[in-house]
């Protein structure tokens, strides 16, 4: 499948409404796993229906390569049927009134393929996604689970060039859901198809996707590898959307409220001479560490002190809580913690753990350069 | 110059597309628009309907305000000249009081008195079936809606069986043969018809009552009680107020079918010279007076309009309480006590006096040479299969008569027919009101559907005589055809089945056919093995339901039938008009087993609610 690029694309459901997608700019390349990841009703689903043709554009145009399949001002619709993509609903939409194996062979029968071909491919999905037991069952007789891997394997059967799935896990048990992510993977590698991924669960974005595009109220935050997301958040929305628990954020639109967010605009005023407009910066838990002795505080690392005052295990790990006169900090940890609840300890960041964002919330890229350079020097 | 523009053109290649100018935008929407049929269907259905719906009913009000034939030496104007003659005839002439105020008065008096002992009769049924642990419940519960699936001049006709005095000619009544003459007020007139009307809607009363009692939450019953109220405060501040939108629901709705009924007051009030509104209209068009015809009919639709948006009003209204009530927690009974057989014994009473005697009594006297007289010799079986009877005009039994058999043919011709495309025609509009993208056209088709359910039949298919009875433009004339009767059937049931075909559609959500339009499947493809394949039931549904009112509907084809397209009904009533008593019992009796048994049908294969079709 050759690259489907967004561009400008947006999308109004009514005379008065706000946009559901607004200016959107997305590329997917052949043989890529995106998940389009954003909290409840950012317009992922909305993304993914324009894509597969089943949503009109209120603007912009989608290319498939070179071809426009969807252009208002130039008046181009490809209807989705001829768009050879594939779409797994969040409903599953499996057709109550086929067997499983006739779901399975819709598509194929579509295409006119032979009967020998049709029964061999259907057999390799079916056995692909363990179904072909239920070939004879009606919909109503499979679990959800069950129906799931049908409406997986009714659009792998076709073998389209793209496949789109809209939060095909949101309604499995937790177990199921695990098995069906590492199933998807093995997909992705087996069959080669660029996988489309919507989803509100950042986990499963972030061990599923070769790219995530974070989206929110309509337009996209940033796309990049999970690793970018996570580790170079584009502005204070994808560093506060993506992590658990959340990342730590001072904000310095107020000076003097709080003593942390004093002493970090004094550090980064240190580190970082004649950088203007920083607005917040950013800590993630994890990259927070503690001690009981100022010695214990590795150099040049950005640091003050602390009350315990929670200490949670999460099963494996655990959740210190650290207050700072009227501040809140968390800290992860698969150590077992040697504190007490209500000791005084010293937290620390290196500085190369410091997201900064100016005053519009936008990450400066400058900062993690000189951070970087200073960690190093140290 | 040119740089600037240069310059502008690379900006927008680099930003994507340029925004869409206004008519770039429109030009898009119609071609997404058009590129399937929905939206060409939907032109179709809606010129269509707007054809058999909208222009019949303009038809008779301008009939109303127009010189007809006969009448331009008196008015000395020309044949279709606008004229007040009609209205004024109507309403204010010396001859309005029989024209139309006293039908008028009568229909109201007969409305409401049917009104008042139903509700009466109604609700307390409803109590008893749906909240107490009265004998039998469940059995009544089926047993008391059986009146609603028979005609309701099958009662009319039992009555006369009963009552009739020499007032009539042909056999006299049971009464009358053992030596009690009954009265004119007893035997005919406002009593009979208030009293078999106010039995036939009883059923109304007993489904949207108990309805609503059944999702009565009885927690704020409890609350109250909790709150130190006694019994009958919790009845009067609490229950009562939350079941008004239901019975003021179920008032209405009586009224709108009392409104159109016609073949009670034919057969009860005419002997008695005893007039409503639907036989005043008859004997207009009877007697060829078009123009005053199109006043009374249009007289009738206004009533019938205003009743219903009332009605439309209140359910709003009711849908309101209904958000209030969590479900589930209801159906707890109360304990009758030393009540319970009593009360058993009303509900089998009233189940005797709608069902088991007029039943009986027809049956009856289709297998009596003399009424009343019940000795071995009196009873055969020659009304039903005889042969050369000495009677005047139809020779065999009934089920010999060709006659008969020829009009079962019309009636499952015409029925079946219309029935089959209204159906049909239901779940394409259901299919475009749902999918099409245009608004406007959802709107229309849904509204236009719905019209025929404000128009009682009996103004309806004066409409329907006013505009196809004389050939216009390329349609030749259709009065006497069987044409007409399929297409004014067609038009009537269309609320039936567009609501049918709207709830279907609604239910079945997009996503089955969007996920065939994923795999690859065109418009054409997804409607023959998606959509009708997953509708079949409800299809069947929009089917039967209006075979089943049209199989026992009179008011239509009273004024549109001739003899050569009599259906069972009108012929029926034929033979009522002769005075072959035990013949016309013995059709009513075919009709009512007819209707009685579809209907068992249709719920054993939807497993669908009653009360869902109440209004067909
Ligand atoms: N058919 C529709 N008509 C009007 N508004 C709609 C329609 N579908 C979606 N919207 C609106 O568009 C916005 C984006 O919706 P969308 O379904 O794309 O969200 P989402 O990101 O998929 O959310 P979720 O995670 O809850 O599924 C929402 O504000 C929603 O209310
Ligand atoms: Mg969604």
Redesign the interface.
């Given at each position: 499948m050759p690259t489907i690029n967004l561009?400008?694309a947006q999308k109004n459901y009514g005379v008065n409404s706000a946009n559901a997608v607004s200016d959107l700019?997305l590329e997917i390349r052949d043989g890529e796993f995106m998940c389009l990841l954003g909290p409840s009703g950012c317009g992922k689903t909305t993304t993914l229906r324009m894509i597969?043709g089943?949503e009109?554009?209120?603007?912009?145009?989608i290319r498939v390569g070179d071809r426009v399949v969807d252009?208002?001002?130039?008046?181009v619709?490809v209807?989705?049927?001829?768009r050879?993509?594939?779409?797994v609903?969040q409903?599953y939409?499996?057709?109550?009134?086929l067997t499983i194996e006739r779901n399975t062979d819709?598509?194929l029968r579509?295409?006119k393929l032979p009967k020998a071909e049709r029964e061999e491919r259907v057999e390799r999905v079916m056995q692909a996604l363990d179904i072909a037991k239920y070939r004879d069952r009606y919909p109503s007789q499979l679990s959800g689970g069950q129906q799931q891997r049908v409406a997986l394997a009714?659009?792998l059967a076709?073998n389209p060039g793209v496949l789109l799935l809209d939060e095909p896990l949101s309604n499995l048990d937790a177990r199921l859901r695990l098995e069906m992510r590492a199933e998807l993977k093995r997909l992705h590698k087996e069959f080669k198809t660029t996988i489309v991924f919507v989803t509100h669960d950042q986990w499963e974005a972030m061990t599923l996707a070769t790219t995530i595009a974070v989206m929110n109220e309509g337009t996209l935050q940033q796309i990049g590898t999970p690793n970018d997301i996570y580790d170079r958040p584009a502005n204070r929305f994808v560093a506060e959307f993506v992590g658990s628990p959340p990342i730590n954020i001072l904000d310095f639109g107020d000076p003097g409220t709080s003593d942390v967010t004093d002493k970090a605009e004094a550090y980064l005023a240190a580190h970082l001479p004649g950088l203007r407009s920083i607005g917040s910066v950013g800590i993630r838990p994890e990259a927070i560490g503690y001690a009981a002795r100022t010695e214990d505080v590795p150099e040049g690392s950005f640091s003050g002190e602390t009350t315990v005052t929670g200490v949670l295990p999460t099963g494996g790990n655990w959740i210190l809580e650290l207050r700072t006169d009227n501040h809140t900090l968390f800290l992860t940890t698969h150590v077992p913690p040697r504190v007490e609840q209500g000791a005084r300890v010293l937290f620390f960041a290196p500085p190369e753990a410091l997201h900064v964002f100016d005053a519009d919330g936008r990450r400066i890229a400058e900062a993690d350069d000189r951070l970087r350079s200073t960690a190093t020097y140290n | 110059m040119a740089l600037l523009s240069e310059s502008a053109k690379a900006v927008a290649a680099a930003n994507g597309p340029a925004a869409p100018t206004a008519w770039q935008a429109w030009r898009y929407r119609l071609k997404v628009a058009l590129r399937e049929p929905t939206t060409l269907i939907g032109v179709l259905t809606a010129l269509l309907f707007t054809y058999l719906i909208v222009v019949p009913i303009i038809s008779i009000v301008l009939d109303a305000a127009r010189v007809q034939f006969g009448h331009e030496r008196r008015l000395s104007k020309d044949v279709g000249e606008f004229t007040l003659y009609y209205l004024d005839r109507v309403l204010f002439s010396p001859v309005s009081a029989d024209l139309f105020w006293r039908p008028l008065l009568n229909t109201l008096s007969v409305a409401m008195g049917a009104i008042l002992l139903s509700l009466v009769i109604g609700t307390v049924l409803a109590w008893l079936i749906s909240r107490t642990d009265m004998f039998g419940r469940r059995w009544f519960a089926t047993a008391l809606i059986v009146p609603y699936m028979l005609p309701a001049w099958t009662f009319a006709l039992a009555w006369t069986t009963l009552f009739k005095n020499r007032t009539v000619g042909g056999q006299p009544g049971w009464l009358e043969a053992v030596g009690l003459t009954p009265p004119d007020w007893l035997a005919y007139g406002r009593f009979p018809i208030t009293i078999i009307l106010a039995l036939h809607y009883t059923p109304f009363v007993i489904l949207l009552f108990g309805s609503a009692l059944r999702r009565f939450d009885s927690q704020l019953e409890d609350s109250a009680r909790i709150l130190g109220a006694r019994h009958h405060q919790v009845a009067l501040q609490i229950i009562l107020p939350l079941m008004r939108p239901a019975l003021l629901s179920s008032m209405v709705l009586i009224f709108a079918k009392c409104l159109g009924e016609f073949g009670v007051p034919y057969v009860l009030g005419l002997p008695v010279k005893f007039e409503v509104l639907s036989t005043s209209l008859f004997r207009s068009i009877a007697s060829r007076q078009t123009g005053v015809a199109g006043v009374i009919a249009g007289s009738i639709m206004l009533i019938g309009i205003i009743t219903l948006l009332i009605d439309a009003r209140l359910v709003r209204e009711a849908r309101r309480f209904v958000t209030i009530g969590s479900k589930g927690s209801m159906d707890r009974q109360s304990r009758l006590g030393r009540m319970r057989l009593p009360a058993a014994g009303f509900a089998a009473t009233v189940f005797l006096m709608s069902v088991g005697l007029p039943l009986l009594t027809l049956f009856l006297s289709t297998i009596m040479k003399l009424p009343a007289r019940f000795t071995l010799d009196n009873f055969t079986l020659d009304y039903w299969i005889g042969r050369d009877l000495d009677t005047v005009a139809l020779k065999t039994g009934i089920l010999l008569s060709p006659d008969l058999w020829a009009a079962a043919k019309n009636t499952l011709t015409i029925v079946g027919l219309a029935s089959v495309t209204s159906g049909i025609l239901g779940l394409l509009v259901g299919y475009v009101v749902i999918r099409t993208p245009v608004r406007l056209l959802s709107v229309y088709l849904r509204q236009v559907t719905f019209l025929p359910y404000l128009v009682p039949g009996i103004a309806f298919a004066a409409a329907y005589l006013s505009l196809f009875a004389v050939p216009r433009g390329p349609m030749p004339a259709l009065y006497g055809t069987v044409v007409i009767l399929v297409l004014a059937l067609i038009a009537d049931q269309m609320p039936y089945a567009s609501r049918a075909g709207i709830s279907a559609m609604t239910q079945l959500g997009k996503d089955p056919e969007e996920a065939a339009q994923i795999a690859g499947a065109g418009w054409l493809r997804r409607m023959t093995s998606i959509v009708i394949p997953i509708q079949k039931g409800s299809l069947v549904t929009g089917v039967l339901l209006p075979f089943i009112s049209g199989i026992k509907g009179l008011s239509l084809f009273v004024i549109l039938a001739v003899p050569s397209t009599d259906v069972l009904t009108t012929y029926s009533l034929r033979l009522v008009d002769y005075h072959y008593t035990q013949a016309a019992n013995a059709v009513v009796l075919i009709i009512a087993a007819i209707a009685y048994l579809g209907t068992l049908i249709t719920q054993k294969l939807t497993r669908t609610n009653l009360a869902e079709g109440l209004g067909s």
């Amino acid at each position: 499948m050759p690259t489907i690029n967004l561009r400008g694309a947006q999308k109004n459901y009514g005379v008065n409404s706000a946009n559901a997608v607004s200016d959107l700019d997305l590329e997917i390349r052949d043989g890529e796993f995106m998940c389009l990841l954003g909290p409840s009703g950012c317009g992922k689903t909305t993304t993914l229906r324009m894509i597969a043709g089943l949503e009109n554009l209120s603007g912009g145009e989608i290319r498939v390569g070179d071809r426009v399949v969807d252009c208002v001002s130039g008046g181009v619709f490809v209807p989705p049927e001829k768009r050879e993509m594939g779409l797994v609903f969040q409903s599953y939409a499996l057709w109550p009134h086929l067997t499983i194996e006739r779901n399975t062979d819709f598509g194929l029968r579509l295409r006119k393929l032979p009967k020998a071909e049709r029964e061999e491919r259907v057999e390799r999905v079916m056995q692909a996604l363990d179904i072909a037991k239920y070939r004879d069952r009606y919909p109503s007789q499979l679990s959800g689970g069950q129906q799931q891997r049908v409406a997986l394997a009714r659009m792998l059967a076709i073998n389209p060039g793209v496949l789109l799935l809209d939060e095909p896990l949101s309604n499995l048990d937790a177990r199921l859901r695990l098995e069906m992510r590492a199933e998807l993977k093995r997909l992705h590698k087996e069959f080669k198809t660029t996988i489309v991924f919507v989803t509100h669960d950042q986990w499963e974005a972030m061990t599923l996707a070769t790219t995530i595009a974070v989206m929110n109220e309509g337009t996209l935050q940033q796309i990049g590898t999970p690793n970018d997301i996570y580790d170079r958040p584009a502005n204070r929305f994808v560093a506060e959307f993506v992590g658990s628990p959340p990342i730590n954020i001072l904000d310095f639109g107020d000076p003097g409220t709080s003593d942390v967010t004093d002493k970090a605009e004094a550090y980064l005023a240190a580190h970082l001479p004649g950088l203007r407009s920083i607005g917040s910066v950013g800590i993630r838990p994890e990259a927070i560490g503690y001690a009981a002795r100022t010695e214990d505080v590795p150099e040049g690392s950005f640091s003050g002190e602390t009350t315990v005052t929670g200490v949670l295990p999460t099963g494996g790990n655990w959740i210190l809580e650290l207050r700072t006169d009227n501040h809140t900090l968390f800290l992860t940890t698969h150590v077992p913690p040697r504190v007490e609840q209500g000791a005084r300890v010293l937290f620390f960041a290196p500085p190369e753990a410091l997201h900064v964002f100016d005053a519009d919330g936008r990450r400066i890229a400058e900062a993690d350069d000189r951070l970087r350079s200073t960690a190093t020097y140290n | 110059m040119a740089l600037l523009s240069e310059s502008a053109k690379a900006v927008a290649a680099a930003n994507g597309p340029a925004a869409p100018t206004a008519w770039q935008a429109w030009r898009y929407r119609l071609k997404v628009a058009l590129r399937e049929p929905t939206t060409l269907i939907g032109v179709l259905t809606a010129l269509l309907f707007t054809y058999l719906i909208v222009v019949p009913i303009i038809s008779i009000v301008l009939d109303a305000a127009r010189v007809q034939f006969g009448h331009e030496r008196r008015l000395s104007k020309d044949v279709g000249e606008f004229t007040l003659y009609y209205l004024d005839r109507v309403l204010f002439s010396p001859v309005s009081a029989d024209l139309f105020w006293r039908p008028l008065l009568n229909t109201l008096s007969v409305a409401m008195g049917a009104i008042l002992l139903s509700l009466v009769i109604g609700t307390v049924l409803a109590w008893l079936i749906s909240r107490t642990d009265m004998f039998g419940r469940r059995w009544f519960a089926t047993a008391l809606i059986v009146p609603y699936m028979l005609p309701a001049w099958t009662f009319a006709l039992a009555w006369t069986t009963l009552f009739k005095n020499r007032t009539v000619g042909g056999q006299p009544g049971w009464l009358e043969a053992v030596g009690l003459t009954p009265p004119d007020w007893l035997a005919y007139g406002r009593f009979p018809i208030t009293i078999i009307l106010a039995l036939h809607y009883t059923p109304f009363v007993i489904l949207l009552f108990g309805s609503a009692l059944r999702r009565f939450d009885s927690q704020l019953e409890d609350s109250a009680r909790i709150l130190g109220a006694r019994h009958h405060q919790v009845a009067l501040q609490i229950i009562l107020p939350l079941m008004r939108p239901a019975l003021l629901s179920s008032m209405v709705l009586i009224f709108a079918k009392c409104l159109g009924e016609f073949g009670v007051p034919y057969v009860l009030g005419l002997p008695v010279k005893f007039e409503v509104l639907s036989t005043s209209l008859f004997r207009s068009i009877a007697s060829r007076q078009t123009g005053v015809a199109g006043v009374i009919a249009g007289s009738i639709m206004l009533i019938g309009i205003i009743t219903l948006l009332i009605d439309a009003r209140l359910v709003r209204e009711a849908r309101r309480f209904v958000t209030i009530g969590s479900k589930g927690s209801m159906d707890r009974q109360s304990r009758l006590g030393r009540m319970r057989l009593p009360a058993a014994g009303f509900a089998a009473t009233v189940f005797l006096m709608s069902v088991g005697l007029p039943l009986l009594t027809l049956f009856l006297s289709t297998i009596m040479k003399l009424p009343a007289r019940f000795t071995l010799d009196n009873f055969t079986l020659d009304y039903w299969i005889g042969r050369d009877l000495d009677t005047v005009a139809l020779k065999t039994g009934i089920l010999l008569s060709p006659d008969l058999w020829a009009a079962a043919k019309n009636t499952l011709t015409i029925v079946g027919l219309a029935s089959v495309t209204s159906g049909i025609l239901g779940l394409l509009v259901g299919y475009v009101v749902i999918r099409t993208p245009v608004r406007l056209l959802s709107v229309y088709l849904r509204q236009v559907t719905f019209l025929p359910y404000l128009v009682p039949g009996i103004a309806f298919a004066a409409a329907y005589l006013s505009l196809f009875a004389v050939p216009r433009g390329p349609m030749p004339a259709l009065y006497g055809t069987v044409v007409i009767l399929v297409l004014a059937l067609i038009a009537d049931q269309m609320p039936y089945a567009s609501r049918a075909g709207i709830s279907a559609m609604t239910q079945l959500g997009k996503d089955p056919e969007e996920a065939a339009q994923i795999a690859g499947a065109g418009w054409l493809r997804r409607m023959t093995s998606i959509v009708i394949p997953i509708q079949k039931g409800s299809l069947v549904t929009g089917v039967l339901l209006p075979f089943i009112s049209g199989i026992k509907g009179l008011s239509l084809f009273v004024i549109l039938a001739v003899p050569s397209t009599d259906v069972l009904t009108t012929y029926s009533l034929r033979l009522v008009d002769y005075h072959y008593t035990q013949a016309a019992n013995a059709v009513v009796l075919i009709i009512a087993a007819i209707a009685y048994l579809g209907t068992l049908i249709t719920q054993k294969l939807t497993r669908t609610n009653l009360a869902e079709g109440l209004g067909s």
